[in-house]
């Protein structure tokens, strides 16, 4: 398999000056410690999720800041000698937090899925393992549906070429509704996936990155942006890498979207003619998944990538970038662009950060979270921004934080040491076919039947030529009808998900055959006969 160059996000020293020019912090006191993701919180502080390193022990990072960046609380999570990581966050409807990242709890030689949910104090209220099929697995990002559950993405669930880019639809208790696999096209390579995206049509983009075979290139593949919309059935509405012909190498981080639901993301471009390198680059799709426009923001850069992207309430873009320009000078700054690309201003810092997180304030600030680096160890960095692209004031104004939690919080460790295991059956309908039937007996019957319905529910979509199949593992409901030989409905009845058996008494019904089958999300998803003696 074909491994892609990487696009290494770059560090220089840095001296640790608490008084740096403007909103800019940074974190001295949580030494070794790399900064993932930052959201703003219900109170208007801002939460830094990422890992923290002690030795051979990897642990899940937590920080909590006021206004100003002034840390409030922090928490690590994990187990001595053990590897837990935080990737991304959200926060969650009743002001927790639900994280995703990757843990070795169950095996020293390999990771599998990390998914945990706080309360508004930081303490756990669940956390699950999901135990992968193949090794060396992890959740990428999640987001919430509504009040419902969540959408989990991971990568490399199962061992395969295909097989990289998941969705797990999971309940509000992290159990899987439903698990569906993408990107499964032979001809793709490298698929990997890093970010999802709500979409305001009740759908989800993914944005990953894949190797493809351009045809401007003879028999050679070059990596691409891949897009993947999908509803909330997991149903795929397109799944494409980003211009299929048109030999542009492009590599996708985050993307946005506009009030159209048209697609930008921040990511690179390679360039394949003079002045070679790669730049920081934002690309627009269209909402039916055609690529629009390209725009290098760094066009003389030698390395050089576009790590976040977010929109100010004036309709311009705001992208925090790295790159490397021709004196191997290494920089990170902020472009802002309209929404074609024209680029309207930038700020370049005094120092080199890599930045991985941003969000923009309930005032349309612009909040960035990320990792710096000095005398061999990683530290955690934030810096604020107003739309203008300067640094923002310091806030007086009193505000009330962590008013959820009853309690002072305290800064401590929490072990992971009670996580509940999932086991994810994804093969076991392909193994064992007979749990995705309905089953009748006894056949024949004169007085009552049982009908045992399916462990599993199948549903297979199609989009843009692609078909998929997707397991699902729990559901509100189905409709169970049936009807003799000559299309009569002799009986039709909702039967709640979590139903094993159902009896009906046939004990009136003409003697003959019938049909009984199950529909799910208008779809006959199971069918079976039998006989009335």
Same mark, same amino acid.
């Given at each position: ?60 990072? &937590?920080? =909590?800041?006021?206004?100003? $960046? +002034?840390?409030? /609380?922090? *928490?690590? #999570? ?36 990390? &998914?945990? =949910?706080?309360?508004?104090? $930081? +303490?756990?209220? /669940?956390? *699950?393992? #999901? ?56 001809g793709w390579n490298s ?146 662009t309209d929404s074609l ?127 998929a199949t997707t397991y ?62």
């Amino acid at each position: 398999m074909k491994k892609k160059t990487l696009i290494l996000i770059f560090f220089v020293f840095v001296s640790f000056n608490l008084y740096s020019q403007g909103w800019m912090k940074i974190y001295p006191d949580s030494m070794d410690t790399e900064i993932h993701t930052v959201r703003e919180h219900y109170d208007k502080g801002y939460v830094f999720s990422g890992e923290r390193y002690e030795g051979w022990s990897y642990y899940g990072f &937590l920080m =909590k800041t006021d206004v100003n $960046g +002034e840390v409030l /609380w922090k *928490k690590s #999570y994990g187990l001595p000698l053990k590897m837990n990581q935080f990737f991304s966050s959200r926060v969650t409807l009743d002001g927790g937090l639900i994280l995703t990242g990757s843990t070795n709890n169950l095996s020293t030689t390999c990771t599998d899925p990390l &998914l945990i =949910k706080l309360n508004g104090c $930081g +303490e756990k209220e /669940w956390c *699950k393992i #999901y135990n992968a099929q193949g090794c060396n697995s992890w959740t990428k990002d999640v987001d919430l549906v509504d009040d419902s559950g969540y959408l989990m993405l991971l990568d490399r669930w199962k061992s395969g070429q295909e097989e990289m880019i998941w969705l797990f639809r999971l309940d509000n208790l992290g159990e899987v509704i439903w698990a569906q696999v993408y990107a499964t096209d032979p001809g793709w390579n490298s698929e990997l996936s890093h970010s999802i995206l709500k979409t305001t049509d009740n759908c989800f983009v993914i944005t990953g990155e894949t190797y493809y075979p351009d045809p401007t290139y003879p028999n050679k593949k070059i990596i691409k942006i891949i897009l993947i919309k999908v509803n909330l059935a997991g149903e795929t509405i397109f799944e494409v890498p980003w211009g299929t012909d048109n030999g542009v190498y492009s590599d996708g981080r985050l993307s946005t979207i506009d009030s159209k639901n048209n697609i930008y993301t921040a990511g690179r471009r390679a360039r394949t003619m003079e002045p070679y390198g790669d730049s920081p680059c934002l690309f627009k799709t269209s909402v039916s998944g055609e690529p629009v426009f390209y725009r290098d923001l760094k066009p003389f850069s030698s390395l050089g990538i576009s790590s976040t992207i977010n929109w100010f309430k004036d309709s311009t873009l705001a992208l925090c970038s790295q790159w490397r320009d021709s004196l191997s000078t290494d920089t990170t700054g902020v472009f802002k662009t309209d929404s074609l690309g024209t680029l309207l201003n930038q700020i370049t810092f005094s120092d080199n950060y890599g930045i991985y997180g941003s969000s923009i304030t309930y005032n349309n600030r612009l909040i960035l979270g990320g990792t710096g680096y000095a005398s061999g160890n990683f530290f955690g960095v934030a810096i604020k921004l107003t739309s203008d692209l300067e640094y923002d004031s310091v806030y007086t104004t009193p505000f009330t934080y962590d008013s959820l939690c009853p309690h002072p919080i305290v800064s401590d460790t929490i072990p992971l040491d009670d996580c509940e295991v999932v086991v994810v059956g994804i093969d076991d309908p392909g193994q064992h076919p007979e749990k995705t039937k309905l089953h009748v007996y006894p056949n024949p019957a004169s007085q009552v039947i049982t009908v045992e319905m399916p462990q599993y529910l199948i549903k297979t979509s199609g989009g843009s030529g692609i078909t998929a199949t997707t397991y699902y593992h729990q559901w509100k409901s189905v409709r169970l009808d049936v009807f003799d030989l000559f299309g009569k409905l002799m009986y039709s009845q909702d039967i709640p998900g979590k139903t094993e058996k159902t009896e009906l008494d046939i004990s009136s019904w003409p003697v003959g055959m019938y049909i009984a089958r199950i529909v799910f999300m208008n779809e006959v998803t199971g069918t079976v006969k039998f006989v009335k003696e």
